[in-house]
């Protein structure tokens, strides 16, 4: 039987919602762009015009200083430190998870892991900081362990379900052929769940490279440890609202992001939908 052809008018709104949803997510890419190579009196002059000349002044003046480059160490430091580490804790716990959960006890952390899900974390900032506060952990380390925590919740909620949907007798094979539980974890089951890391890999890095909330509360005691979200933040008092360095600095934060989402939608989309039909 041949699904009904689409209609006319459907085709134009729905080309018109995609249009308008370009907009609103290019305009303000192009705003960003255009003033990082503008003086702060040609972006006074006409804030949407394309710049007369391509001005490096800002770049120049961002790489400059030395506070810069101390930021982006603390963000890559903190980025790929914490998504190894959920690299490392997510799958495997998802695994043991997975493959026990007629079990109630591990029944029962799946559970309450994915009670993280419904809880909005404008809820728990307070009492997490002030947690940490008496940890004495306002620090990376600290920043670091909260991540990993906040990410088990929707990892493992992906990984179990992918999981689960994997044949039992692939892994009953290994063991035949004399593998333990854990060369079968590594040489079987890692391979087969490459989407799903992938998937986690860039939704993680994206997440904790943007992320403002966290660091505002956990790194805001002193200059030295902020991450770049928390130097933009600070523009307004550091540069005396010059906001073509602003975005200058916000344009360089965002270019190896783009890339890297660029890259890696393709593996988002197939981890994301494997995920949700298998199990």
Known sequence: MKLKREGLGWR??????????LILILCPLY??????????????????????????TNFIELFSNSNYWVFLSNSLKITCISVGLILIFVPSLSYAIARNFNKKYYRSIYYYLLMGLFIPSQVIMLPVTKMMTGLNMLNHT??????????????????VNY???LPYEIEESAHIDGCNVFQ????IILP?????????????????????MLPLLMLNRSQDIWTLPL???????????????????????????????????????KGLTAGSVKG
């Open 12 to 21: 134009i709104l729905r080309n018109i919602l995609v249009l308008s949803g």
């Open 31 to 56: 705003l960003v762009v255009i003033n990082s190579f503008k003086t702060l009196e040609e972006a006074g002059k006409n804030f949407f015009a394309l710049p007369s000349s391509l001005n490096f």
């Open 142 to 159: 600290g920043l670091i362990i909260l991540y990993l925590a906040f990410s088990l919740t929707q990892g493992i909620f992906l990984f």
């Open 163 to 165: 999981i689960k949907g």
């Open 184 to 187: 079968t974890y590594v040489k």
């Open 192 to 212: 087969l769940v490459k989407p799903m890391i992938a998937t986690l890999l860039i939704m993680d890095t994206l997440w904790i490279w943007n992320d403002f």
């Open 231 to 269: 130097f933009q933040y600070n523009f307004k008092t550091e540069y005396s609202f010059n906001y073509t360095m602003a975005f200058t600095a916000y344009l360089m934060a965002m270019a190896p992001m783009l890339i890297i989402y660029c890259m890696g939608q393709k593996y988002i989309i």
